[in-house]
């Protein structure tokens, strides 16, 4: 019987989602996407019209509230919700999965609006309603947290008897011309970036300031670039599920110019996610600075140049130290060309589609709420391989490094 799908958010990944479910509608069937302003809806479902043949619905929706969604829910009659609006709509959407019975999927872990921190706790509380529900949760399945995830039970499964140490690589080589602007949504973007960064090591999270730590790394495709320490939400399920592991740390790029806005912006307390009072209106800074820059979905036609996103794992097999790095190279303009998006959002919404497709055809169906290194890895590798996302696989000598000392 044909299915039925609803995709929640219509910015840059909730555009790539639309497409790349238009693009695999033997599995997908009705596509209907929702999101607060139904004009966006309206513009990508022109789009894909035009270019992929096929007709989806769309549909207004404000996803902060439950009985909205129930309702929308159920009028679709809908076998999947795949949440691409913001992390702060996470419960909201699980929930009224919840009451309808219906499989959840989402690419970034809960956020209050208040509070720039984010943890799988509330998400994770969820999994015995999911399991009385008999529905599947499947979280973060965009590319860091969800492929990166993947890489690593890949690298578990195929490579090593122990993993001991992990670094994830995050290095966006794009460049779309402004002086000043974030790949995806800048308010979450902004926070997670000037949040304090955190690392896993022996049992323990060690906290540094913001960008205190910074590597040279070798980027294959690349080349070298600055690399900061983060923390970023994948190592909190990987450090549960990945054997052995003694450090995990993750580092993205950021270029002198990016830092020096933000650190500038930050002084000025644009940064701020508090309300404050101006002419009589109360505004929250980030906010207002979120209007102010490009909107991540205009970058795509203007950004030239690549992502290389991966895992850079050492650990053991056989007895021998070895070395395995499994990245992914997409190029800006190329994603650009197929679906009308930049690369960010194109190696986001990619997986976010996959997974969602692994879940429909059964190839990843488990009851509960659930991160992506839980499943078998290889069907998921598969699809990557095919749905516009290729990957490669570095294998080094004992205790080799691309770090650049
Ligand atoms: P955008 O800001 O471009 O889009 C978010 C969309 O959600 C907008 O269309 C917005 O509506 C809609 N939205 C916001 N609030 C509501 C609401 N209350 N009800 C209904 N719709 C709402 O963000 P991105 O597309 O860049 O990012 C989408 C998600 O992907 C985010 O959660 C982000 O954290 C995640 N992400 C994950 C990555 C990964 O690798 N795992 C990487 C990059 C992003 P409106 O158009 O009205 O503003």
């Known amino acids: 019987m044909s299915k039925k799908t609803l995709i929640i958010g219509a910015g840059g990944v909730g555009n790539v989602v639309a497409f790349k479910c238009a693009m695999n509608v033997e599995t997908f069937g009705e596509i209907t996407l929702a999101s607060r302003t139904v004009s ?11 270019k992929v043949g096929v007709h989806i619905a769309t549909a207004k929706v404000d996803a902060d509230s439950v009985p909205e969604l129930v309702e929308l829910i159920e009028r679709f009659q809908v076998d ?7 992390p702060y709509q996470d419960l909201t959407i699980m929930d009224a999965c919840t009451q309808t019975g219906v499989d959840y999927l989402d690419t970034a872990n809960y956020e209050h609006p208040d509070t720039a921190k984010f943890e799988y706790k509330e998400q994770w509380e969820r999994d015995g309603q999911f399991k009385y529900a008999e529905i599947m949760g499947l979280l973060g ?34 460049d779309h011309g402004y002086p000043f602007a974030t790949n995806f949504n800048p308010e979450i973007n902004l926070r997670e970036v000037s949040a304090k960064g955190r690392y ?6 060690i906290e540094t300031d913001p960008m205190e730590i910074k590597q ?19 190592m909190e399920s990987l450090v549960k599920h990945i054997k052995g592991l ?11 110019s990016y830092l020096t806005h933000m ?16 002419k009589g209106m109360k505004i929250v800074p980030m ?15 203007r950004t030239k140049g690549k992502t290389n996103i991966g895992v850079f794992a050492k650990g053991i097999k056989d007895g021998q130290e070895k070395t395995v790095y499994i990245y992914q190279i997409t190029d800006h303009e190329s994603c650009y060309a197929e679906v009308l998006s930049q690369g960010v959002s194109y190696t986001t919404g990619v997986p976010a589609m996959i997974g969602a497709k692994l879940m429909l055809e059964g190839k990843w169906q488990a009851k509960g709420v659930h991160n992506m290194e839980e499943f078998d890895p290889d069907p998921f590798m598969d699809e990557l391989m095919k749905q516009g996302l290729p990957w490669k696989v570095m294998e080094l000598e004992g205790s080799a490094t691309r770090e650049v000392k």
């Open 40 to 50: 966006k809806c309206d513009v990508i479902a022109a789009n894909i019209k035009e």
């Open 80 to 86: 999947i919700v795949i949440n691409v609006a913001l």
């Open 141 to 174: 399945s965009g590319f860091d947290p969800g492929v990166t995830n993947v890489f690593c039970a890949y690298a578990q499964k195929h490579y090593f008897d122990e993993i001991h140490s992990i670094d994830i690589l995050d290095c966006n080589a794009g």
């Open 200 to 205: 896993w090591e022996n049992g323990e999270w």
């Open 216 to 234: 040279v790394w070798d980027y294959p495709e690349v080349g070298p670039k600055d690399s900061y320490l983060l923390y970023h939400e994948e």
């Open 246 to 256: 003694k450090r995990i740390r993750f580092f993205m790029t950021f270029g002198e």
């Open 263 to 278: 650190k500038c912006l930050e002084n000025v307390g644009m940064l701020g996610i508090k309300e404050v009072e101006h």
């Open 287 to 301: 906010e207002f600075l979120a209007t102010l820059l490009p909107d991540p979905a205009s970058l795509g036609p």
